[in-house]
């Protein structure tokens, strides 16, 4: 079970639900893997609607990581996502949002 007040995110991934959290490190490597400048860079094109099925794919994959799986870009290429990419692109907003919300923020 997902707990957001760690900034957990749960997402079904073939038939099984995983739980996605945004780690230091996984933070980290996304912004190797998106070469975004920063990380606000990457929130303000999340919340202005303009990210790319790239952007989700990174996001997923650094959440998988810092929820403790060993997976990589290549695994989720091929991967039925339960609710389709909306799901996803709400995971990964939510994953951010979660990363960087204030504790009593809701």
């Known amino acids: ?9 749960a997402l079904t991934i073939d038939g099984e639900r995983r739980v996605l959290k945004l780690t ?3 933070l980290a490597e996304l912004e190797q893997e998106l070469e975004t400048g920063s ?6 094109r999340f919340e ?4 790319s099925s790239r952007d989700v794919l990174a996001l997923v994959v650094a959440g998988l990581r810092g929820g403790g799986a060993d997976v990589a870009r290549a695994d ?3 991967a039925e996502i339960a609710g389709g990419p909306m799901a996803a ?4 907003a939510e994953l951010l949002a979660r990363a960087f919300m204030v ?3 809701a």
């Not at 202005?48 to 990210?51: D, E, I, N, S």
């Open 1 to 9: 079970m997902a707990n957001p007040w760690t900034g957990e995110v």
């Open 24 to 26: 230091l490190g996984a």
């Open 39 to 44: 990380l606000v860079e990457l929130v303000q």
């Open 48 to 51: 202005a609607g303009g990210y």
């Open 76 to 78: 989720l290429l091929r």
């Open 89 to 92: 692109a709400r995971a990964a």
């Open 103 to 105: 504790p009593g923020e």
